[in-house]
């Protein structure tokens, strides 16, 4: 009797294949040949369940997008359990902060395929539509954390307001961008305990600044 194969689990060790050439190489060997050949696969069985090397690359930066901000939603919801104020609540923030940071094997290995699909995204078109969901997914979270961590009764209806959570938003991304590259690049000097410093600093004069406003 033939063995029956689970499609879903099939797609999935393909494109964990996948991740594990990104990881290592880069995006440029992610070939359906290669990622064939690094899931024990020949190229028609890949086929069977990716037409093209852009359906895969597609369907794979969309997984890491999902596997990313589903970390991210659990850290949120876990996050709204706490007193803000708290060392329970700061602790929250950054543990939720750290879902972008390549702090474990798991999270290296998504934060450098996230990064790889979303620089190729800049002249693969294909990829475009992640690239943009990604980008509000994550620009939703940091959002509303900055709102989150604004005192209590301060007012964002007026333009000033809105501009200063927007350049706080954007300030808080660049900064997780930057410790991702660099975790990636320096593990041994930008390890965790180095990251959560970082954060923890950017944290303090986040509230310093909207103080001042």
Same mark, same amino acid.
């Given at each position: +009797? #033939?063995?029956?194969?689970?499609?879903?689990?099939?797609?999935?060790?393909?494109? &964990?294949?996948?991740?594990?050439? %990104?990881? @290592?190489?880069?995006?440029?060997?992610?070939? $359906?040949?290669?990622?064939?050949?690094?899931?024990?696969?020949?190229?028609?069985?890949?086929?069977?369940?990716?037409?093209?090397?852009? &359906?895969?690359? @597609?369907?794979?930066?969309?997984?890491?997008?999902?596997?990313?901000?589903?970390?991210?939603?659990?850290?949120?919801? !876990?996050?709204?359990?706490?007193? #803000? /104020?708290? @060392?329970?609540?700061?602790?929250?923030?950054?543990?939720?902060?750290?879902?972008?940071?390549?702090?474990?094997?798991?999270? =290296?290995?998504?934060?450098?395929?996230? +990064?790889?699909?979303?620089?190729?995204?800049? %002249?693969?078109?294909?990829?475009?539509?992640?690239?943009?969901?990604?980008?509000? =997914?994550?620009?939703?979270?940091?959002?509303? $954390? %900055?709102?989150?961590?604004?005192? #209590? /009764?301060?007012?964002?209806?007026? /333009? !000033?307001?809105?501009?200063?959570?927007?350049?706080?938003?954007?300030?808080?991304?660049?900064?997780?961008?930057? $410790?991702?590259?660099?975790?990636? $690049?320096? #593990?041994?000097?930008?390890?965790?305990?180095?990251?959560?410093?970082?954060?923890?600093?950017?944290?303090?004069?986040?509230?310093?600044?909207?103080?001042?406003?």
């Amino acid at each position: +009797m #033939p063995k029956i194969v689970d499609a879903a689990a099939r797609r999935q060790e393909v494109v &964990e294949a996948v991740f594990r050439i %990104i990881a @290592a190489d880069g995006l440029e060997r992610a070939s $359906l040949r290669e990622v064939a050949d690094e899931a024990g696969l020949a190229v028609g069985s890949v086929r069977h369940y990716f037409s093209s090397s852009d &359906e895969l690359l @597609a369907h794979s930066f969309g997984v890491v997008v999902d596997r990313i901000t589903g970390r991210l939603e659990q850290a949120r919801d !876990q996050l709204t359990q706490l007193v #803000p /104020g708290t @060392a329970e609540h700061r602790d929250g923030v950054l543990t939720l902060l750290g879902q972008f940071l390549p702090l474990d094997e798991e999270r =290296a290995v998504d934060a450098c395929v996230w +990064m790889a699909f979303k620089n190729a995204a800049r %002249i693969r078109a294909f990829l475009a539509g992640e690239a943009d969901r990604s980008h509000r =997914a994550v620009a939703a979270v940091i959002g509303w $954390l %900055i709102m989150e961590l604004r005192p #209590p /009764g301060e007012s964002e209806s007026d /333009g !000033q307001g809105q501009q200063s959570l927007v350049i706080e938003a954007e300030r808080l991304l660049a900064t997780l961008d930057g $410790l991702t590259m660099h975790a990636l $690049l320096q #593990p041994e000097w930008m390890n965790e305990d180095m990251c959560r410093d970082v954060l923890s600093s950017h944290l303090q004069s986040l509230g310093e600044s909207a103080a001042s406003h």
